[in-house]
């Protein structure tokens, strides 16, 4: 899990206009402003110096502090360097600061910042604990179960609590959470895809193409989700050798459906006509007339014709548009 924060920033420290009269809470304050820049400039050590100074006294901001004083260290340590015991302190510090920000940071704070945060302090608590790092399972996964109690609805904490579980070999608690997340959201795609990407890697093939037909329900319009339909019973025919000539017929027929289906959605779909030949030379190969194999090998090379056409032509066109567009900028500056 990547920890350096990205998706928000506090506030502009410099506006901070706070009565602070004690004179440990103003030198605080400016800690923090010190340690806000370094953390921005990537400067990790300066930033925990300061951000440790700042979290010596009960400020407005000390609870944010904690955070960003433990993403430092997180950001700090330095996989590279692991056993080296000025390296290692890194993450049993982040995982102490972690711990005090979530504890710390009221939700409603900030006008509602504070829940980002709360929720952010568990997440990086969670790669912290990752083989890379701390290397602490059991503990993910308690704080994967407390990201979930925290919000419920949020689907992404399923898919990241089932990813510790699939990790850790267990497979049947990876598929309870991701069943969990489908029924907090039946409607939504990216729950389809996560099924259908985790049966995949077990090798379940139906579970697979059950999820991919189902993301067809939720998006009918989608030319894409036919294609991509299309694409496994094609790579399934053409790498599983113990498929019986049935299925191999059914899995071709079921895929030129898909692929029929996306071109007609989008009729420049140029991945799904070279899907499509690539589905008819499958056809070709379990077809036993040599002529029916004939008119389905013109067929496909017909299509990958049409196909390298289409994209010759889409191209062409991008590069127009580019091209005016640039020159048009250019007039615009003269």
Same mark, same amino acid.
């Given at each position: 899990?990547?920890?350096?924060?990205?998706?928000?920033?506090?506030?502009?420290?410099?506006?901070?206009?706070?009565?602070?009269?004690?004179?440990?809470?103003?030198?605080?304050?400016?800690?923090?402003?010190?340690? *806000?820049?370094?953390?921005?400039?990537?400067?990790?050590?300066?930033?925990?110096?300061?951000?440790?100074?700042?979290?010596?006294?009960?400020?407005?901001?000390?609870?944010?502090?904690?955070?960003?004083?433990?993403?430092?260290?997180?950001?700090?340590?330095?996989?590279?360097?692991?056993?080296?015991?000025?390296?290692?302190?890194?993450?049993?510090?982040?995982?102490?600061?972690?711990?005090?920000?979530?504890?710390?940071? &009221?939700?409603?704070?900030? #006008?509602?910042?504070?829940?980002?945060?709360?929720?952010?302090?568990?997440?990086?608590?969670?790669?912290?604990?990752?083989?890379?790092?701390?290397?602490?399972? &059991?503990?993910?996964?308690?704080?994967?179960?407390?990201?979930?109690?925290? &919000?419920?609805?949020?689907?992404?904490?399923?898919?990241?609590?089932?990813?510790?579980?699939?990790?850790?070999?267990?497979?049947?608690?990876?598929?309870?959470?991701?069943?969990?997340?489908?029924?907090?959201?039946?409607?939504?795609?990216?729950?389809? /895809?996560? /099924?259908?990407?985790?049966?995949?890697?077990?090798?379940?093939?139906?579970?697979?193409? #059950?999820?991919?037909?189902? !993301? *067809?329900?939720?998006?009918?319009?989608?030319?894409?989700?036919?294609?991509?339909?299309?694409?496994?019973?094609?790579?399934?025919?053409?790498?599983?050798?113990?498929?019986?000539?049935?299925?191999?017929?059914?899995?071709?027929? !079921?895929?030129?459906?898909?692929?029929?289906?996306? *071109? #007609?959605?989008?009729?420049?779909?140029?991945?799904?006509?070279?899907?499509?030949?690539?589905?008819? !030379?499958?056809?070709?190969?379990?077809?036993?007339?040599?002529?029916?194999?004939?008119?389905?090998?013109?067929?496909?090379?017909?299509?990958?014709?049409?196909?390298?056409?289409?994209?010759?032509?889409?191209?062409?066109?991008?590069?127009?548009?580019?091209?005016?567009?640039?020159?048009?900028?250019?007039?615009?500056?003269?």
């Amino acid at each position: 899990m990547s920890t350096r924060l990205t998706i928000v920033r506090l506030v502009a420290i410099a506006g901070l206009s706070v009565s602070l009269t004690a004179c440990g809470k103003v030198a605080a304050q400016m800690s923090f402003k010190d340690g *806000i820049n370094a953390y921005q400039q990537q400067n990790y050590r300066e930033a925990i110096a300061e951000f440790s100074q700042a979290v010596e006294y009960d400020f407005e901001y000390r609870p944010y502090a904690y955070f960003y004083l433990a993403n430092a260290h997180d950001n700090a340590y330095k996989f590279s360097r692991k056993g080296q015991p000025e390296n290692d302190a890194h993450l049993t510090e982040a995982e102490k600061y972690y711990k005090q920000a979530f504890e710390a940071i &009221d939700p409603s704070s900030r #006008e509602g910042q504070g829940a980002i945060f709360k929720k952010r302090a568990l997440e990086y608590l969670v790669g912290l604990y990752g083989p890379e790092k701390l290397n602490k399972p &059991d503990q993910a996964e308690e704080v994967g179960k407390q990201i979930v109690a925290l &919000d419920p609805k949020d689907v992404n904490n399923y898919f990241g609590l089932a990813k510790l579980y699939e990790d850790a070999g267990r497979t049947e608690e990876a598929e309870q959470m991701l069943t969990r997340a489908k029924e907090v959201a039946p409607q939504n795609v990216d729950v389809q /895809l996560q /099924l259908a990407g985790f049966y995949n890697r077990q090798g379940n093939f139906d579970k697979t193409m #059950e999820a991919f037909q189902t !993301r *067809i329900q939720l998006e009918p319009n989608n030319p894409e989700a036919y294609h991509t339909v299309a694409g496994y019973f094609e790579e399934k025919v053409r790498k599983d050798y113990t498929l019986s000539p049935a299925t191999k017929a059914d899995y071709i027929k !079921r895929g030129l459906e898909a692929s029929n289906k996306s *071109i #007609e959605i989008k009729d420049d779909y140029v991945d799904a006509m070279v899907m499509k030949n690539l589905l008819l !030379r499958q056809q070709a190969l379990i077809e036993k007339a040599p002529a029916r194999q004939q008119e389905l090998l013109k067929e496909a090379n017909a299509l990958r014709d049409k196909a390298i056409a289409t994209r010759n032509r889409l191209q062409g066109e991008a590069d127009a548009a580019e091209a005016a567009a640039k020159a048009k900028a250019a007039k615009k500056s003269e």
